[in-house]
């Protein structure tokens, strides 16, 4: 667990709606969303101290997004990983669904 030449993987979960990045089997983190058909709501993500300071956040969100990408679907990133990660990625920027994300954040 302690190579940081590991290569990380993440698995969708979607009965506990949640992706898990892991190394070498062990998870290290989690992006935990809501779903209403093909919009999917991220609202918290968190990686374990353990795995911290080696872009796993990253690897997880990029995962993610390219997996909710693949299958047709939207965003609305009111985590703030996830919102902050996207900024910076503009290329990820068509998956938000803006008039969702204003909706929720008004409310």
């Known amino acids: 667990m302690n190579d940081s030449s590991a290569t990380p993987t993440v698995t969708h979960d979607p009965d506990r709606h949640r992706y898990v990045v892991s190394v070498d089997g062990v998870p290290l983190g989690t992006s935990v969303y ?15 101290p353990a795995g911290e300071g080696r872009g796993l956040g990253s690897v997880l969100v990029r995962e993610a997004l390219d997996d909710v990408s693949g299958r047709g679907g ?17 290329e990820y920027r068509h998956l938000v669904d803006e008039q969702m994300t204003a909706a929720y954040r008004r409310s």
Do not use: K
Not at 74 to 90: K, N, Y
């Open 34 to 48: 809501s779903r209403t058909g093909d919009l999917f709501i991220f609202v918290h993500t968190e990686i374990a």
């Open 74 to 90: 939207r965003i609305v990133p009111l985590c703030p990983f996830v919102a902050d990660w996207i900024e910076r990625h503009p």
